[in-house]
Nanobody, 123 residues
């Protein structure tokens, strides 16, 4: 089992940058596929990015490709999401998630979730 705490959200102007962090408890962090999802008001939770156990493979939603970078440090039990060139449509609560099996883009496939961190991008 793993517990996740995400942080790093805030208010930023369009074109700005933020870095989100997801700190995980437990010794088996490196055995989980990790992902970021986001949920805007009135919308379903959507996939943003995911990263394989060792960090060698990454996956991105088309809407963030080229602007966001997902990474992980297994020695620190932490995952990151570097977000650049932010747009107002990126405004949402961002959640980190963990899955013990292979990569999936569906929120329902993830077993563990952080509490969420708010990202607001002003125009």
């Amino acid at each position: 089992q793993v517990q996740l705490v995400d942080s790093g959200g805030g208010l930023v102007q369009a074109g700005g940058s933020l870095r989100l962090s997801c700190a995980a408890s437990g010794r088996t962090f490196s055995s989980y596929v990790m992902a970021w999802f986001r949920q805007a008001p009135g919308k379903e939770r959507e996939f943003v990015a995911a990263i394989s156990w060792g960090g060698s493979t990454t996956y991105y939603a088309d809407s963030v490709k080229g602007r966001f970078t997902i990474s992980r440090d297994n020695g620190k039990n932490t995952m990151y999401l570097q977000m650049k060139s932010l747009k107002p449509e990126d405004t949402a609560v961002y959640y980190c998630a963990a899955r013990a099996n292979n990569y999936r883009a569906s929120a329902g496939a993830y077993d563990y979730w952080g509490q969420g961190t708010q990202v607001t991008v002003s125009s």
